[in-house]
């Protein structure tokens, strides 16, 4: 069964920055586009970031631009978010998946930034 498992998330000041990681146990994504997604409270989750199989590509929606980025490792098997000068807008519960959503929802990691 494929888990998701993301961390790295924690509480930091406007402007600070955190590294998120995510590791799919169970089988390989390498050949999968990989995302991340948030959710704030009261908000449906949401698309924050996107990686190509080979990483050749990234998107990011327009609120992080400049500020956050997405990375992978195929050897390791890991997706990362690196994300700059963050901002109280930026709380959330953090998830990862494949592009589309296909794979059951991890417990995702809290991000929360303080002002």
């Known amino acids: 069964q494929v888990q998701l498992e993301e961390s790295g998330g924690g509480l930091v000041q406007t402007g600070g920055s955190l590294r998120l990681s995510c590791a799919p146990s169970?089988?390989?994504?390498?050949?999968?586009?990989m995302a991340w997604f948030r959710q704030a409270p009261g908000k449906e989750r949401e698309f924050v970031a996107a990686i190509s199989y080979n990483a050749d590509s990234t998107k990011y929606v327009e609120s992080v631009k400049g500020r956050f980025t997405i990375s992978r490792d195929n050897t390791k098997k890991t997706v990362d978010l690196q994300m700059n000068n963050l901002k109280p807008e930026d709380t959330a519960v953090y998830y990862c998946n494949t592009r589309t959503p296909v794979l059951t929802w991890g417990q995702g990691t809290q991000v929360t930034v303080s002002s």
């Open positions: 169970g089988r390989t994504f390498n050949n999968y586009a």
